[in-house]
């Protein structure tokens, strides 16, 4: 059985950092694109970034020099690295499973999703 678990959300000021990690279980995605996602209040979700297999990385125009996305095969762990945060980055953050070689903006493109992990960034 597959399972996402991510970590490492919390409540940060504005301008903070906070370091995101999804845990894979059950099988290994050391050839899958790997991606986050991030949904807030009665919004729909939103793509954030996402790393394939070789280690190419995609990101939103919203978070491009601020957040780095990066993979740990070993250890079957995708990362967000998120700085300069903004409070408009408040959000439910997911992390998903392709079942590709390479990411995508899609949602409906994802096979596997995590639970997500509260951020919240006050101004």
């Known amino acids: 059985q597959v399972q996402l678990v991510e970590s490492g959300g919390g409540l940060v000021q504005a301008g903070g950092s906070l370091r995101l990690s999804c845990a894979a279980s059950?099988?290994?995605?050391?050839?899958?694109?790997m991606g986050w996602f991030r949904q807030a209040p009665g919004k729909e979700r939103e793509f954030v970034s996402a790393i394939s297999w070789s280690g190419s990385t995609d990101y939103a125009d919203s978070v491009k020099g601020r957040f780095i996305i990066s993979r740990d095969n070993a250890k079957n762990t995708v990362y967000l690295q998120m700085n300069s945060l903004k409070p408009e980055d408040t959000a439910v953050y997911y992390c998903a499973v392709r079942t590709s070689l390479y990411g995508s903006s899609r949602p409906s493109e994802y096979k596997y999703w995590g639970q997500g992990t509260q951020v919240t960034v006050s101004s």
């Open positions: 059950g099988r290994t995605f050391s050839n899958n694109a």
